[in-house]
Each structure stands twice: as structure tokens, then as C-alpha cells.
């Protein structure tokens, strides 16, 4: 049998499940199919979401399905790491001011049994129109040369061709079309085992946990490793023991269950809490102790010709930060863009090395803040402000606003929205050609230089119009592209890659539009504030609710950049 299909997504986990609900959302008329080879509900580990997977299930309209399903709801985390036993406590309400609004759930996310989370998911891409294989087997995916065209499986005993115009890899681990098209990269660092199982009668603490529902995840630092304590259900708890794998290696003939027990035991504030606890054989689990490893690891190209990787197929994290769901939400996202707006007729100059590469880009960008954050923590030895202020050095040149506290900038990172939200949606969320809402934020800082006079309408400054900027250091500029949250589509946008002579809190990287990337270029002392601002189009872009003069977007953008050294006047 052979049938053809806009697109076939392999696999039918988070991040399969969710990108094919939106390319159907974005492009109802778009044909998807999805194939699962395992039957549903299938057990699988990764229960503890970040608060940013919110708005992804959002935008795939299954939020509400999921906060009808009666999921433990989870409100922040609770770390103890570092030189001492204090607990550190972050609710996600903390973050409410940071975050741009959205309508969903705003202060809590969920604690899930991934049986009925994956299930739930998948059964809403069906609901949308996606067309599930399942149980079905990929046996072999097709090409045309270097193009993905399709794939053949096996289903119900016979063989099924599907062909497509373009083909998701969402096969987690498996990898079945991410082998084929590159290498597997593990960190040379981080090479972590986890043992893990799942405990009845177990006690919650709410200095650590908040409660039962809502609680809070527990990260707890050991003398070889961490914990994480994550209840998922009334009086249950899924516990979890992490270390070097050389130090899994030296545990000798320990039989698993015992090596684990023993692990626990040596970790007090844990010991207390499972003390009159049961272990349990979870249903659907291979085993009552289970283990798992290779964490950390990238794939060497997201991308190619008629296909890109999402999820654990492009890339898995170490589960220090909870991070695996949401890494699969968010490519599973960006990828549903890319494809929908590779697939747009009115999307002209959109080509594969364009979209997929931004989408790429887009991806290593979060792997590698969170990876040089995980290196920090397991370090092991330092002050919670240690931590606090190297996650805020980390990703405040690539997205936090200059007026972050060292304190937020962690939560912004742990809690996801710190690189998803100010890198990208933040970029162009208001869906105007203003490239960056820290233009605004930082335009109106209270220490702006002497050069400036008269209000603005803003409530800030203007330039001196007989002043002439000179652009002191000329960026990079890297052509890529930009999500439009909520439309299902990428634009182009142009990085300006800055180094400036001091951080200052300066983003090395700005998105910028095409008319302000080419102004900025021509600072050349030439010509006057007045002049530049003659030059341009006397209209007004959309900015969030409000319109906004393009010759006022031309101010805060020189004003940010001479306060930051960038440019004179």
C-alpha cells in the first residue's frame, strides 16, 4: 500500500505528538502522518515539566486537556546544592512580572505520569487531523538522492510506503532517521548514570516539597551525585540517584536495587522522607530499579534536504534542570514553524538553508546555555549566589534585559523561559518589525547619558537632532530567522553580532529588521540624528498593543547602543 502525505513525523512521543498537532493547527490543510511503533500507554521516565512547556501545549491547543487531566500541578523546585544544606526555594510565581502574559496557566505547571501525558498528546494530534500509525515500525526511510522523500513501514503484518514531501525524525534515542545523517556528540565532560525507581507512603516536607498537590520538584546534592525527588501522584514519588558513570562503574557485583537503596540512604534529607516508604514496581515499568545513561549528547546536523531531528533525536540534556519534555516541546515548535512556513507559497526567499538553519541555530543556542550551566553546577562546591550569578553571566548576552537580578536570572533559566522567551519570542512575539523589546526597556533606563533631550512619548528621552552617531565597532550580521508565536510561521531576520569593548549587561547578539540593520550600518558620522530620521518611513509598526513611529524605534535603538559604548553621538 502507498499513500503521500505533506509530511510524516516519526514517532509519537512529546515532541512527534506536538510538532504534528501544529503543523495541522498552523495549516489545516496540510496532510501529516505520525508513526508510533509501540502501543499506547507505554511507560516512559521524564515526569517533571518546566512552566515554559505551557505555552507550547498552548499553541498546540492542548493546554486545557492537560489541566483537566488532573496531573499533580507542580509550582517550582527546591535545590540544595552547594556549600551548605539550606533548602533554596523558587516558585514560579516569583517569575509572573518576568514572563510576557499568555493565556494559560501562569504560576504552575505539572508533575506527570508520562503513560497518560504521552497518550494524551497523541490523542489530540489525532483529534486535529493527524493521520497515527500505530503500532507501526519505520523499516526504512526513503530518499531521492539526498532528499527525505518518505518512509516504509510495517504495520498489522504488511508493508505500507508513505511518501512525503517532507519527514520529522521525533524517534527519541532511536534515532532512525538522526543515524543515517550524522554523529551522535556526548559531552566530554558529562557522563552521567541514573538509577531510579518509585516509592509508596513516601513523606513530602514543605520547606522542600510545598505539599501534594501543588508541590515542587526536590533536587538534592549527594556525596557522589544528586536526587530528584518528583511526587506524580497521591503518595507517590519517583526518586531518582545520579552519579559519574566511572563511579557507577566501581559499585562491583552490587546487585542495582541494592547500590540504589544504599545511594538513598547516604543522602539525610532523602533517608527521612522514604523512611517508612515502600518501593514499588510501577505499572508498565521493565523493572522495580531501572537505570539509564549516555545524557548529553547533540547531534552534528538538526537538518537536510526534506527532513530535520526534534526532540532526544537531535539532543538530550543531562536531567539536572527537569529539561527533557521541555526540549522536546520547544523543538517540536520550532520545527512545526519551519516546515509550515517552508511549505507557504507566500513565504518568499524561505529556503531549507534559511528556515532549518535559523531553526538549528535556534536549538544549539539552548544546548548550550543549559549545558555551560550544568558544567557550573557540578562543581559541586559553590555559594547559591555562585550559581545564581554565573546562570545570569550565561544567558544574559544571548537574552536577559539589563535589570535582571542575579536571583531571577536563575529562575529564568531553570524554569525555561529565560532563553525560549527572550531570545526568541521576545525577539518578535508583538509581531512588528521592532527587533527587540530591550530596545525599549534599556532606552529608558534612569542613567542615560547627557546626550539626550526633551521627553519622548514613551516617557523617555530624544537624541539631539543635530547629533551624529558613529558606529564604533560594525557587527557581524548573520541572516536567519525568527518564530512568530502564535502564527506558525518563521520570518527572516538579521543577528547583529556585537562585541562591545565592556559587558555592560549588552546582548551580543540583537535581531533587527532589515531597514534597521542596513540604518545602523550607515552610522558613520555623516549625517545627523535629523537626517537619518528624514530618511526614513514616516509610518508606525506595530508593537504589542500599541503602534509605534519607526523614527522612535531608530531612537531607542541608538540611544541603547551609545549607552552601552556601541555608538557615539
Not at 507501526?136 to 505500507?160: M, P, Q, T, Y
Not at 534529607?269 to 510501577?282: D, I, K, M, S, T
Not at 508565536?485 to 543577528?495: E, F, L, Q, Y
Request: glycine share 8%; with cysteine.
Amino acid at each position: 500500500m502507498r499513500s503521500a502525505h505533506d509530511v510524516v513525523v516519526i514517532g509519537g512521543g512529546p515532541a512527534g505528538s506536538l510538532c504534528a498537532a501544529l503543523l495541522r493547527r498552523y495549516s489545516p490543510e496540510m496532510s501529516v502522518a505520525l508513526v508510533e511503533q509501540q502501543a499506547f500507554p507505554r511507560y516512559h521516565i521524564g515526569e517533571s515539566l518546566v512552566l515554559e512547556v505551557n505555552r507550547v501545549l498552548q499553541d498546540a491547543g492542548v493546554l486545557e486537556k492537560v489541566e483537566k487531566a488532573a496531573f499533580l500541578r507542580k509550582v517550582g523546585a527546591t535545590y540544595v546544592w552547594g556549600a551548605d544544606r539550606r533548602p533554596w526555594p523558587f516558585l514560579f510565581a516569583e517569575s509572573t512580572g518576568r514572563r510576557p502574559n499568555f493565556e494559560g496557566m501562569e504560576n504552575y505547571t505539572w508533575h506527570v505520569e508520562r503513560a497518560d501525558f504521552d497518550q494524551l498528546l497523541l490523542d489530540h494530534a489525532r483529534e486535529v487531523g493527524v493521520e497515527v500509525h500505530q503500532p507501526a515500525a519505520v523499516k526504512e526511510v526513503l530518499f531521492d538522492g539526498e532528499r527525505a522523500v518518505g518512509v516504509r513501514i510495517e504495520k498489522d503484518g504488511g508493508s505500507h510506503q508513505l511518501d512525503s514531501r517532507f519527514t520529522v525524525d521525533a524517534s527519541g534515542r532511536a534515532g532512525v532517521l538522526a543515524h543515517r545523517i550524522g554523529n551522535r556528540v556526548f559531552d566530554s565532560v558529562i557522563r552521567n548514570m541514573a538509577v531510579f525507581g518509585y516509592w509508596k507512603n513516601a513523606a513530602v516536607d514543605p520547606e522542600y516539597n510545598v505539599g501534594w498537590d501543588p508541590a515542587a520538584i526536590s533536587v538534592i546534592s549527594a556525596p557522589e551525585g544528586w536526587v530528584w525527588y518528583i511526587p506524580i501522584r497521591q503518595d507517590l514519588v519517583s526518586v531518582g540517584y545520579v552519579t559519574p558513570a566511572e563511579t557507577f562503574k566501581r559499585r562491583g557485583a552490587e546487585d542495582l536495587e541494592s547500590y540504589y537503596r544504599s545511594a538513598l540512604a547516604d543522602v539525610p534529607e532523602v533517608a527521612e522522607w522514604l523512611g517508612q516508604a515502600e518501593l514499588v514496581h510501577h505499572e508498565g515499568a521493565p523493572a522495580r530499579v531501572m537505570a539509564e545513561r549516555d545524557f548529553n549528547y547533540l547531534h552534528s546536523r538538526w537538518w537536510g534536504p526534506g527532513y530535520a531531528l526534534v526532540g532526544d533525536a537531535g539532543g538530550f540534556l543531562d536531567p539536572l534542570f527537569t529539561f527533557g519534555v521541555f526540549m522536546a516541546a520547544t523543538s517540536a515548535q520550532l520545527a512545526a514553524y519551519a516546515i509550515g512556513t517552508l511549505m507557504d507559497e507566500r513565504a518568499v526567499g524561505a529556503t531549507e538553508e534559511l528556515v532549518l538553519g535559523g531553526y538549528e541555530r535556534h536549538m544549539r543556542t539552548y544546548y548550550e546555555a543549559f549545558g555551560a550551566m550544568l558544567k557550573i553546577f557540578y562543581r559541586f562546591n559553590g555559594d547559591r549566589s555562585d550559581y545564581w550569578s554565573a546562570a545570569r553571566d550565561l544567558i544574559q548576552s544571548e537574552s536577559l534585559p539589563a535589570n535582571i537580578t542575579d536571583r531571577e536570572a536563575f529562575m529564568a533559566l531553570t524554569f525555561g523561559y529565560g532563553v525560549n522567551t527572550y531570545v526568541f519570542h521576545e525577539a518578535t512575539q508583538h509581531f512588528g518589525q521592532v527587533a527587540m523589546r530591550r530596545i525599549f526597556d534599556m532606552g529608558n533606563a534612569e542613567d542615560a547619558p547627557i546626550a539626550w533631550s526633551d521627553p519622548g512619548e514613551f516617557g523617555g528621552k530624544s537624541l539631539d537632532p543635530a547629533s551624529r552617531p558613529v558606529l564604533l565597532e560594525k557587527p557581524d550580521v548573520v541572516e536567519t530567522v525568527v518564530p512568530i508565536h502564535g502564527t506558525g510561521r518563521m520570518i527572516p531576520m538579521r543577528r547583529l553580532d556585537f562585541a562591545p569593548p565592556s559587558n555592560k549587561g549588552f546582548p551580543k547578539h540583537v535581531y533587527a529588521p532589515d531597514w534597521l540593520s542596513e540604518t545602523i550600518h550607515s552610522f558613520d558620522g555623516s549625517r545627523t540624528i535629523e537626517e537619518i530620521r528624514a530618511a526614513l518611513p514616516a509610518d508606525r509598526i506595530r508593537f504589542g498593543a500599541k503602534k509605534v513611529e519607526r523614527r522612535e524605534v531608530l531612537e531607542r535603538t541608538v540611544r541603547m547602543l551609545y549607552s552601552l559604548g556601541v555608538v557615539e553621538v
